[in-house]
């Protein structure tokens, strides 16, 4: 996890913005909405690889299940 974020956070670092990072085990979606309950987020913003209805459908979208199951709104970003 820490190798997979190195490069994220040499961005932020660079640009001197404020960040914190967590490395979660389980199913994306729910892990990422229990995350966001349990730390009381307002949003959850997360991007979106756009792979079309057709592979969304039968690939199951990480981002479409986080909207279903989410209670807070989520912002995709292409």
Do not use: N
Not at 20 to 30: F, R
């Amino acid at each position: 996890g820490d190798a997979a974020l190195a490069q994220a956070r040499q961005k932020l670092d660079a640009a001197g913005l404020a960040y914190s990072s967590h490395i979660m085990m389980g199913e994306t979606a729910p892990t990422l909405v229990e995350f966001a309950h349990d730390k009381a987020c307002s949003l959850i913003v997360m991007g979106a690889r756009g792979l079309g209805s057709v592979a969304g459908l039968l690939m199951g979208s990480v981002a479409t299940k986080v909207v279903k199951l989410s209670t807070v709104p989520v912002l995709l970003v292409k």
